[in-house]
């Protein structure tokens, strides 16, 4: 993706510095004790200097990463000319010192999670450069090239340039053609599939947890869904391959001061889709910052909730990039908005609902029962706003 005209007037100079830098959410002992595991399945998948290093040279360590998935920096401790570093070999020279490790979470292990056409997914974009290098590929997660890179604010992926950027990226990615089901039938099954999981779900050795449950419980999700289903689907509109799942902790800020790029990974859920819940899901999580640095590590602000006019110069900027006539533009972009604003409840609900499970299920220290009831607050807030 192209650069920035003016990354000056989007980015403070706080906030392009290291300082930035947000705390993982990986449990310090659970650092400690993986060690050992990764050093071995970089010995094993990395190979060259990988294979030949000793456990003195290994280094691993927690990043901040997506909020279903754990992230990890690997490096090599080099020899330096004094140190009992790592000799590398001329015919290692192009094997890389420092990689990320992403091991795929609890959810990805849930029955009914298509882990290997996912794991197809990612290598395809590596291929196509929508993802960084993927060195290695395994059952439980890949080793990627490392790039010094920052996840975006809220506050800055709320700006026009940044926006205008994104609606650019999601036109040339909906234009991809994968090979997976064409049929949006996916949105509907993930719906199901944690709607079921979270009805389920019970804290009966933590009240703290148990009582957030309860107040979830309230806004009755468990008949929900099928008025859901009848506000948003069928929807008689294009499908593409989407992202589905374009937000904060998936935007990162790349490149040096003077030419910052905007760079889009987490594509994971990534399928075929109506092209509108694409906008609303994004339109969804505006509302939502991640760098709150302690528990729940997010905060919710309503003014953030993108305005018609917001909504419509993206979706105005995504449109002219299809090349369609004239008078189907204004058509098209009329049916974007229509059903964009009805999909904004969909994501909702399914990150509601995918939120429950997680805090069943994840070791990551965030706050997903506080997360899910933000979420379901925001569902009926904006159904009734909307008279949905």
Not at 268 to 283: K, T
Not at 307 to 328: H, T, W
Not at 352 to 362: D, K, L, M, T, Y
Request: glycine share 4%; net charge negative.
């Amino acid at each position: 993706m192209e650069s920035l005209a003016d990354p000056s007037e989007i980015f403070s100079p706080a906030c392009t510095t290291a300082e930035c830098s947000l705390p993982h959410l990986i449990k310090s002992d659970n650092v400690t004790n993986f060690r050992d595991t990764a050093f071995t399945w970089a010995q094993k998948y990395l190979g060259g200097p990988w294979a030949r290093a000793e456990q003195k040279h290994f280094r691993c360590k927690g990043m901040r990463g997506d909020l279903t998935n754990y992230h990890y920096i690997c490096k090599l401790i080099l020899w330096d000319g004094s140190n009992d570093g790592l000799k590398i070999l001329k015919i290692e020279k192009d094997f890389p010192t420092k990689v990320v490790l992403k091991v795929y979470g609890e959810m990805e292990s849930h029955v009914g999670f298509h882990k290997v056409e996912m794991m197809s997914l990612n290598l395809i974009l590596s291929e196509r450069h929508y993802l960084p290098k993927i060195y290695a590929i395994f059952p439980e997660g890949r080793f990627e090239a490392y790039e010094k890179v920052r996840q975006l604010r809220a506050s800055e992926i709320r700006n026009v340039e940044i926006t205008n950027h994104i609606a650019d990226y999601m036109a040339d990615y909906h234009r991809l053609n994968m090979p997976f089901g064409k049929s949006p039938a996916r949105l509907e099954w993930l719906l199901d599939h944690y709607h079921h999981l979270a009805l389920i779900v019970h804290f009966d050795n933590d009240e703290e947890k148990a009582k957030l449950l309860r107040k979830i419980v309230r806004y009755n999700i468990e008949e929900e869904l099928e008025t859901l289903k009848e506000i948003c689907l069928p929807c008689h509109e294009e499908v593409v391959f989407c992202h589905n799942d374009i937000s904060e902790g998936n935007l990162l800020l790349t490149g040096k001061k003077d030419d910052r790029r905007i760079q889009v990974v987490g594509c994971d859920m990534s399928s075929y889709n109506y092209r509108s819940y694409e906008f609303g899901a994004f339109f969804a999580s505006l509302q939502f910052d991640f760098s709150l640095s302690t528990f729940p590590f997010f905060t919710r602000d309503r003014t953030f909730i993108p305005s018609e006019d917001f909504r419509r110069g993206m979706i105005v900027r995504y449109v002219r990039r299809l090349d369609l006539p004239v008078a189907q533009q204004r058509v098209t972009e009329e049916k974007m908005m229509e059903n964009s604003e009805k999909f904004m409840l969909a994501s909702y609900f399914l990150r509601g609902c995918w939120a429950i499970v997680q805090a069943e299920v994840s070791e990551l220290q965030f706050g997903y029962l506080d997360f899910a009831l933000s979420c379901f607050q925001a569902y009926f807030e904006h159904k009734i706003l909307n008279n949905l």
